[in-house]
């Protein structure tokens, strides 16, 4: 048998437990697949001392995790601290200084220090993983960076964070609000230290900035990622797209438009049909469509503990195997940097929600202003009454229009004395 692969864990919170987990019940597993066992020799968290209902004393400990990239008894280092910069950061600069192989399920660094890290990498030439940085547990980033490499891809787009889709389906299954159901996801272990980055789409667009580069060959450009998130969504939202045949979702899409390529996060209601539609709870999917491959559906448990840890450890096989390419699938020299759209002026079917006033002649008044912008109407509701406001709801679709069309009209309709909050302008996805 060859030698054991020994390995520094930085982290031992949701994820970092799942790993240790992991590697001790499916020991001799990993052994064979790895071809030599997969060992964890040294860890490093904030507190020493809190109780993680493991047995941590037969391995060393680093109070600065920085420190384990240059112990002798560790040829791999594992990151799950979290955060972009900070410890996470500098123990990625080291580790891959002192000539060893970095696995990480860290997502905001990745989308924001991805390029570096994958250019020092290869310099150094050691192995630079991620697996579970992107939706979990599905193995995505191999199946796009292996499976699908020799596609050119026209779009790449998903679910791409648990969290939220774990609040919009208990939302749409209970009825319950977005801030009870936010409570729950955290103590599913599901949400990030900070949750505004789950609900406001910002670890989705990390994810999606690590996607676009995979897919298309790209540098990772969190800043040319349009962000919006699913604090606006409500109930009754969840309700009124329901009975028009579809769900909402929190989508992060990249698509190739001539040379630039646009990317995007937003909730969106998707047809029923569609088969995002029926991913629910912490499940993600990514959708990838390639030329030769044709729609690929990728789809699995996108966060906690046990499938975070199944990619972590993933990767950690590979690395015993010898067996990686460059980080994002194209040597870092070689990605390049694209014209970003963030929010391209996009055409397509929106779903609108005014809360009004409830006295004649306000619904001539949004007709009219929509006229006047080229909007054109293809279905009208009016029920229900906002508890806040009093106010009644007014809900619209569009057929398919200008999206800044739309949206100037949005900034007009939030002027007016008889529209009482700011409107809900969501996209309605295509089959
Ligand atoms: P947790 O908050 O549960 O755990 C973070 C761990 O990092 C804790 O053990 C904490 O120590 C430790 N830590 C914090 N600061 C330091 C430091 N300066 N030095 C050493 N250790 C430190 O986070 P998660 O396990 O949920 O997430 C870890 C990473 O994995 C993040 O990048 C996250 O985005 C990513 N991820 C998480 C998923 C999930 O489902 N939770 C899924 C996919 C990716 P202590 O315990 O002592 O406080
Ligand atoms: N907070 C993240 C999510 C963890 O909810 O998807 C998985 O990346």
């Known amino acids: ?122 310099a150094a030439q050691v192995a630079l993983k991620f697996e579970a940085a992107v939706a979990g547990g599905i193995p995505v980033i191999k199946g796009m960076r292996e499976g699908l490499a020799a596609n050119e891809l026209t779009a790449v787009y998903g679910i791409l964070n648990g969290t939220c889709n774990y609040i919009l389906s208990t939302m749409e299954r209970n009825g319950s609000t977005f801030a009870q159901v936010l409570g729950e996801a955290q103590a599913l272990g599901y949400a990030e230290a900070d949750p505004s980055f789950d609900v406001d789409g910002i670890d989705a667009a990390h994810k999606l900035a690590i996607l676009t580069a995979l897919g298309f060959g790209t540098k990772p450009n969190l800043e040319g990622v349009g962000i919006e998130g699913i604090r606006q969504i409500d109930s009754a939202d969840i309700d009124y797209a329901r009975s028009l045949g579809y769900r909402i979702k929190l989508v992060g899409a990249a698509r190739r438009v001539g040379e630039a390529v646009t990317q995007r996060v937003a909730p969106a209601l998707v047809p029923h049909a569609h088969p995002l539609a029926s991913v629910m709870d912490s499940l993600n999917a990514v959708v990838a469509e390639g030329n030769f491959v044709g729609r690929m559906l990728f789809q699995g448990r996108g966060a906690g503990a046990g499938p975070t840890a199944s990619a972590v450890v993933a990767d950690l096989i590979d690395v015993a195997r010898g067996e990686w390419g460059p980080a994002f699938g194209t040597p870092a020299s070689d990605l390049v940097s694209v014209p970003a759209i963030p929010l391209a002026p996009t055409i397509g079917r929106f779903y609108m929600r005014l809360t009004v006033a409830d006295r004649p002649g306000v619904l001539a008044e949004v007709t009219a202003t929509l006229r006047d912008v080229n909007v054109s109407i293809e279905s009208v509701i009016q029920r229900g009454q906002d508890p806040l406001t009093g106010g009644v709801y007014l809900v619209l679709t569009t057929h398919a229009v200008v999206e800044n069309a739309l949206r100037e009209a949005a900034a007009h309709f939030s002027r007016l004395e008889s529209v009482l909050a700011p409107p809900v302008v969501l996209q309605i996805m295509d089959l």
């Open 1 to 122: 048998m060859a030698k054991a692969l020994k390995v520094g864990l930085a982290g031992l919170g949701t994820v970092g437990g799942g790993v240790l987990a992991l590697l001790a019940q499916n020991a001799a597993l990993v052994t064979k697949r790895a071809a030599r066992p997969v060992v964890v020799s040294a860890v490093s968290a904030r507190d020493r001392h809190r109780n993680r209902g493991v047995d941590l004393s037969a391995l060393a400990w680093e109070d600065n995790a920085v420190d384990l990239a240059g112990r002798a008894d560790v040829d791999v280092v594992v990151e799950l601290i979290g955060g972009s910069d900070g410890p996470a950061l500098a123990l990625a600069k080291a580790t891959i200084s002192a000539g060893k192989a970095f696995v990480s399920a860290n997502k905001a660094m990745l989308a924001h220090h991805g390029l570096e890290l994958a250019s020092r990498a290869e």
